[in-house]
């Protein structure tokens, strides 16, 4: 059984810094993208980025903010969100699916998600 288990939400002023974690079990990290994912209320699901193959890519709506790295012997993914953003506030999901192509930020890529972890940023 495939699990993704995101932590690390939580409330944080506008400029501040958070960094989330996915761990995932029941799969290989090889020739699989690992992805995070964003939906705030009312709004669409948005990709955030995408790694595979030693490559991330990004949104660019959190490029220069946002990293997200792959820790393969821990079986760990993170994403570090540096100055934060009222608008950053939403649901966060880490998945796995395809590698990051053409199509990596839509949310009919990835094939197992986890659960979501709140993030809020107050205006």
């Known amino acids: 059984e495939v699990r993704l288990v995101e932590s690390g939400g939580g409330l944080v002023q506008a400029g501040g810094s958070l960094t989330l974690s996915c761990v995932i079990s029941g799969l290989s990290f090889d020739g699989f993208g690992l992805s995070w994912f964003r939906q705030a209320p009312g709004k669409e699901q948005e990709g955030v980025s995408c790694?595979?193959?030693?490559?991330?890519v990004y949104a660019d709506s959190v490029k220069g903010r946002f990293t997200a790295s792959v820790d393969n012997a821990k079986k760990t993914v993170y994403l570090v969100m540096n100055n934060l953003k009222p608008e950053d506030s939403a649901v966060y999901y880490c998945s796995a699916g395809e590698r990051c192509g053409r199509y990596w930020s839509s949310p009919a890529t990835p094939w197992h998600w986890g659960q979501g972890t709140q993030v809020t940023v107050p205006s």
């Open positions: 790694s595979s193959d030693g490559n991330t």
